[in-house]
């Protein structure tokens, strides 16, 4: 033999956050029986795309945004883990987590990690209370998987920086106060050298933002314009010249969240509440299958988001995640599908629900970096590279 | 790990090596059915983490020997459940064993001029292979704590054991099928090392119930569970 590889493995990181971890989960459960919209039961599917700007405030005010925040910027404190516990259950209950997501995901720790402590003073406060949403500006017309080829330039004068160029598929930027865009500072540069982070609000004059509306009919995703828009020195995000440092552990905090395999989980419930309680064999066979590889995913999930709040760098974790949760959730329409009898038209939950995760599931190996991108990471932290 | 649990770990390697070539008597002498047996009883007051380190070696090492059965045999007799579990515990290990030898292939086998993991499609192939890997570990792992918190009663572990066989077992068809391809005609050699884990991997995902007896028995616990209940559960036996 070549001699044992059982210490070769990932070490799964124990996920012990600190206190009553069961009394968070059973207030949070109680706030959400009062306070959670009863609307369509499609809205609590995807639900980290619906946005409900009143459900956020109502969150926000009750201490669920910013948690793991400062006091002095409006944060409670919290442990990341605690953070965790919080968005699983909201996942798991389908809340409408859209319009802070991103905001509260990872431009809020971005700017604590990063951001001058005007920044900082400026913007925590509003995100931590719901009011304040923020959209992802990384990729452009000709800079897609290849972020490295993004050319909006913002030149550094003596008012400010002036920026030129466009962001597109930028999801929620219609509903966003800010876009943090990733844009080339340095004139001449090429590929991840001299591009830099600006933190950029969304009603500066000469920035326009024009829908598409996605294969669903939603509008979700923009178009953003940046014609001669000029912004204040302060914009600038972090050391100018390092946007692609930031950016990529901006990427880590984006892809280990358990919202890779848990938007879909209104249509899992909503199955095996149509099985009851003596299901047949094909139907029982996949809601095992199901439930198998959602509980592994879980594990994998909640041992990254330990890593990371150990203060490690979980990429290769993030992306293990990202793919087999991007396959969980893209498949499981797929499989409820082959084995439910039901017509494309019913207007029952089930019926509605499948269609609905039918039509928006190729988006799941898009959004955040391909499939073939992620594995591409993988492969780089499997020494291939 | 526990600097106890790497002694564990140290001397089963040793005592597997012997057992290579000697057959179980070599485990039998190092007091492996005592490994589980609790310290006021004569054993070593082992748990299922320790466990599962074991049979995780043993899963490369020794795959043809009943190791799992005589560890399990120091609790006289040993639920059904259990031989399940500790089978998830070999294959995490061999499975690790798989890609390991995988990722050591393509790095050194040239074709074209270049190292074989220089090629995309072998990249993602491993990558898929790789997935599939952490996540079995990551199961078997979970199912180990499970064990641990209810003492070893099979029963109360019933959902988490379902679970990580049924997604062992998933995961044998594509690691097997990835690491073949990958290696070309030298791992479908029996000089080769590969079809020592291979074989047994895919003995084992039919040993202790195969994909549709567990997917059956988790599927209608589940559904016991109720939509809304599946997370409820999920979550109050891990908190
Ligand atoms: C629903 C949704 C929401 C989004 N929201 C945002 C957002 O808020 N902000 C934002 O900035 N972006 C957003 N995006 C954009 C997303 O990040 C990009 O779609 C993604 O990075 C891929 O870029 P692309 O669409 O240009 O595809 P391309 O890069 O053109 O890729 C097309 C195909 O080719 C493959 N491919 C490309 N290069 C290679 C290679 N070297 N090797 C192998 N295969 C390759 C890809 O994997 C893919 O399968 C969103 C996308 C979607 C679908």
């Known amino acids: ?385 | 790990m526990s600097a106890a649990r790497e002694m564990l770990c140290d001397t089963a390697r040793a005592v597997f090596v012997e057992a290579a070539a000697e057959g179980i008597a070599p485990v039998e002498a190092a007091g492996f059915s005592l490994l589980l047996v609790a310290e006021a009883d004569g054993g070593f007051g082992g748990d299922w983490g320790d466990v599962n380190a074991v049979l995780a070696i043993a899963g490369v090492a020794v795959p043809d020997l009943p190791v799992a059965g005589l560890i399990l045999s120091g609790l006289g007799e040993a639920d059904d459940a259990l031989h399940a579990a500790a089978a998830v515990s070999l294959m995490a290990g061999a499975m690790g064993e798989a890609l390991g030898l995988s990722i050591e292939h393509v790095n050194t086998r040239q074709q074209f001029g270049r190292p074989l993991g220089k090629f995309q499609a072998v990249q993602q192939s491993l990558a898929v292979m790789a997935c599939e890997v952490r996540a079995v570990e990551a199961a078997v792992a979970a199912m180990a704590k499970r064990l641990d918190t209810v003492g070893l009663d099979a029963g109360a572990a019933n959902f988490e054991i379902a679970a990580a066989k049924l997604r062992a077992n998933r995961a044998v068809g594509v690691v097997t099928a990835i690491a073949h391809q990958v290696h070309g005609a030298i791992g479908f050699t029996r000089e080769y090392d590969l079809h020592r884990v291979t074989i047994p991997l895919m003995r084992w995902r039919g040993a202790h119930g195969n994909d549709a007896h567990w997917a059956q028995r988790l599927g209608r616990q589940v559904t016991g569970f109720g939509g809304r209940g599946l997370w409820e559960a999920m979550t109050a036996r891990a908190d």
């Open chain 1, 1 to 385: 033999m070549h001699g044992c590889r059982d210490m070769q493995g990932f070490a799964l990181y124990p996920f012990d956050p600190p206190g009553d971890i069961s009394a968070l989960r059973a207030d949070l459960r109680g706030w959400l029986a009062q306070h959670q919209p009863q609307g369509d039961v499609v809205e609590r599917a995807n639900c980290w795309a619906s946005f409900d700007a009143g459900f956020s405030r109502a969150l926000g005010a009750a201490g669920y945004i910013g948690m793991t925040l400062p006091a002095r910027y409006g944060g409670g404190e919290r442990h990341p883990l605690e953070r965790y516990v919080v968005i699983e259950e909201l996942l798991a209950a389908g809340a409408p987590v859209g319009a802070h997501w991103i905001a509260d995901r990872q431009t809020g720790p971005l700017i604590l990690r990063y951001g001058s402590e005007e920044q900082r003073q400026r913007y925590l406060p509003g995100i931590a209370k719901g009011k304040l949403y923020a959209c992802i500006g990384l990729s452009e017309p000709g800079a897609g998987s290849d972020l490295a080829a993004v050319r909006t330039s913002a030149r550094e004068t003596a008012e400010g920086w002036r920026i030129n160029g466009q962001k597109i598929w930028t999801t929620g930027a219609h509903l966003s106060h800010v876009i943090l865009a990733l844009v080339r500072t340095e004139e001449g540069s090429e590929r991840n050298a001299g591009l830099s982070q600006l933190l950029v609000d969304l009603d500066t004059p000469g920035i326009t933002i024009r829908p598409i509306i996605d294969m669903a009919g939603n509008h979700d995703f923009n178009e953003v314009f940046f014609d001669d828009v000029l912004v204040p020195h302060g914009a600038l995000i972090g050391t100018r010249g390092e946007g692609w440092k930031q950016v990529t552990a901006e990427l880590g905090l984006e892809r280990s969240g358990p919202e890779r395999y848990l938007s879909s989980h209104a249509l899992f419930a909503a199955l095996i509440d149509a099985a009851g309680s003596d299901p047949e064999p094909a139907l029982a066979v996949l809601i095992g299958e199901l439930a198998a590889e959602m509980w592994t995913l879980r594990q994998l999930s909640m041992s990254t988001a330990a890593k990371l709040a150990a203060g490690e760098d979980p990429m290769v974790e993030a992306s293990v995640v990202k793919e087999l949760g991007n396959a969980f959730e893209q498949d499981m329409p797929r499989r409820v599908q082959a084995v439910i009898d039901c017509g494309w038209d019913d207007e029952n939950d089930l019926a509605r629900l499948l269609r609905a995760l039918l039509i928006a599931s190729p988006s799941f190996s898009l959004r955040g970096g391909t499939r073939e991108v992620i594995r591409g990471i993988i492969a780089r932290g499997l020494g291939l590279r």
